[in-house]
């Protein structure tokens, strides 16, 4: 092995501890850990990393067990917790969509609901059915567009705060 090799090694190591580092600061309830697990990994499979946004953005992730139908979650930005409802652990499909659902909102912060009247994973209104995420081509196309959208948000943004700063 070359010595560069090695040192991308290290890098990638050094890298890997540090997102271990701050990911522990994050309280995360046990049954939601691979969750929110597989959300940041599908994010980075489609070139965009949730990680840094969300350890900055959020301090717990707690199932809240206050919450009743039709609240199925929420996240709070001012006590950078997310909320999900511990009666939506009576389906898989559901808790994942709804912990998605709510992760994004911690990553686009006031620019949540992008949809109304689509039936995206962003949209105001939760589905009539969760049932159709449970198809795997279903979910990986709602995940291909979500992802696509939290760019799109995040360089809107970032080229809105440029746009100010010039102004000023
Ligand atoms: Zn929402």
Known sequence: MSKYKN????????FNVSLLAQEEKVLIDSSLKPLVKEYINEGRVRGFDSAPIIFKNVDTIMLDSTLKYPMLGYYDMEFKSIHIARFTLIDRVIVKSVLYHELTHSVLKGYGHVCYKCRSLMSEKSPDSFSKYAIKEVWDETLDELFIIIQ???????????QNNIQR
């Open 7 to 14: 040192l991308v090694t290290i890098l990638l190591l050094l």
């Open 152 to 162: 799109l948000i995040l360089e809107k943004d970032e080229e809105k705060r440029t």
